[in-house]
């Protein structure tokens, strides 16, 4: 069994930045990828980002890209999602996710999922 964490979000201007933080604990080590998404209000839960453990490879939506990042500190099996250059757009809850497997942008491939942490981004 994996618990996750998540930490880190708040209210924030437009352009500004956020640096969200996953803590995992319990089997740690069977995690193959860790996986950020977001559910806005009144709609789906979208992937957002991955990394890779085996390679530290990294994955990115399309409308996060050039702006988010996915750090991670191995010793303490943590990995961030820092958010800059932030939009109303974004406001969304985050979710950290673990997967036993490859990471993926699909839902179905984690296994564990955190509380989310709400990021609200002002225009």
């Known amino acids: 069994q994996v618990q996750l964490v998540e930490s880190g979000g708040g209210l924030v201007q437009s352009g500004g930045s956020l640096r969200l933080s996953c803590a995992a604990s319990g089997r740690t080590w069977s995690i193959y990828g860790t996986g950020w998404f977001r559910q806005a209000p009144g709609k789906e839960r979208e992937f957002v980002a991955a990394?890779?453990?085996?390679?530290?490879?990294?994955y990115y939506a399309d409308s996060v890209k050039d702006r988010f990042s996915i750090p991670r500190d191995a010793s303490k099996r943590t990995v961030y999602l820092q958010m800059n250059s932030l939009k109303p757009e974004d406001t969304a809850v985050y979710y950290c996710a673990a997967s036993k497997n490859r990471p993926t942008m699909f839902i179905s491939g984690y296994e564990s999922w955190g509380q989310g942490t709400q990021v609200t981004v002002m225009s």
């Open positions: 990394i890779s453990w085996a390679d530290f490879s990294t």
